[in-house]
T-cell receptor
């Protein structure tokens, strides 16, 4: 079982460059999420999607855009990367409901220089 | 402002003893709580959940306690094993209108279980 697959695993960008982080899940989950993890800050929610075609802002959405392309895929785009966006990015998916576990991808380590 | 706080960045425990990881929150509207475990270079994995209608939930070696009046929850691991060495995150949510719950995560506590 692939679960949640993120690509790429590592990326170095120059300030001002753009890129899209890809995420796909094969568990038929309705809900998908993008988080970033920074030292001393835990995981912070960037955007989430309750279903295909819907997206909502999380705690730290500025500087990011997302697309829920279909039920399987949820991409995160940085239009003009900044050093403050250096982080580890995690995509996750889950069924609906409060106690349904979210399954996380392995993460994308992004460095903006 | 951090709504979910894990004030102990790290904790060391002897194998076989109890590990107690604490989590405090400030938003009285939080009603749903989860714990996740994270190994290096991997995504977090779900451990256990609790809602505000309960004050305790057990799953094998893991028990979560909720004190809603104190806005405090704790995760107990008994007995602790070396494989439990990881970073533990608590997460809280105030509910959902769409069925998708936004969870706010704490900063994490690194547990080291000494053999």
């Amino acid at each position: 079982n692939a679960g949640v697959t993120q690509t790429p695993k590592f990326q170095v960008l120059k300030t001002g460059q753009s890129m899209t982080l890809q995420c796909a899940q094969d568990m038929n989950h309705n809900s998908m999420y993008w988080y970033r993890q920074d030292p001393g800050m835990g995981l912070r929610l960037i955007y989430y999607s309750a279903s295909e075609g819907t997206t909502d802002k999380g705690e730290v959405p500025n500087g990011y855009n997302v697309s829920r392309l279909n039920k399987r895929e949820f991409s995160l785009r940085l239009e003009s990367a900044a050093p403050s966006q250096t982080s580890v990015y995690f995509c996750a998916s889950s069924w609906t409901g409060w106690n349904t576990e979210a399954f996380f991808g392995q993460g994308t380590r992004l460095t903006v220089v | 402002d951090q709504q979910v706080k894990q004030n102990s960045p790290s904790l060391s425990v002897q194998e076989g003893r109890i590990s107690i990881l604490n989590c405090d929150y400030t938003n009285s509207m939080f009603d749903y709580f989860l714990w996740y475990k994270k190994y290096p270079a991997e995504g977090p994995t779900f451990l256990i959940s609790i809602s505000s209608i309960k004050d305790k939930n057990e799953d094998g070696r893991f028990t979560v306690f909720l004190n809603k009046s104190a806005k405090h929850l704790s995760l107990h691991i008994v007995p602790s094993q070396p494989g439990d060495s990881a970073v533990y995150f608590c997460a809280a949510s105030d509910g959902s209108t769409s069925g998708t719950y936004k969870y706010i995560f704490g900063t994490g506590t690194r547990l080291k279980v000494l053999a």
